[in-house]
C-alpha cells in the first residue's frame, strides 16, 4: 500500500489527520534534523498499521515534507 504524507515537524502534540484528497497529515514532535523526524513518522505509521517499522519505507521526499509511504503488508 502506498500513502502519500505531508509532515508538520517540531509540533507541540504528535497527530494523525487525514485529508479531503485521502492522504494524510501529521503532525511530529521531532525537528527536521539527522532524520530525527522520518524516524518518529515510521514508527507512528508502524503503531497506526501495526505492522513493525521495517516494513515501512519512505519511497519519495526523504528531506520533503511531502512524502511517498510505501507500506508493505
Not at 18 to 24: I, P, Q, R, T, Y
Not at 26 to 46: C, F, H, M, R, W
Amino acid at each position: 500500500m502506498k500513502i502519500q504524507v505531508k509532515v508538520k515537524p517540531n509540533a507541540k502534540h504528535q497527530k494523525i489527520e487525514e485529508a479531503e484528497d485521502g492522504s494524510l497529515i501529521i503532525s511530529l514532535k521531532s525537528p527536521p534534523v539527522e532524520g530525527k523526524a522520518n524516524q518518529e513518522l515510521i514508527k507512528l505509521l508502524a503503531q497506526k498499521y501495526r505492522v513493525t517499522k521495517s516494513q515501512i519505507s519512505i519511497q519519495s521526499g526523504l528531506s520533503s515534507r511531502n512524502k511517498l509511504i510505501e507500506i508493505l503488508d
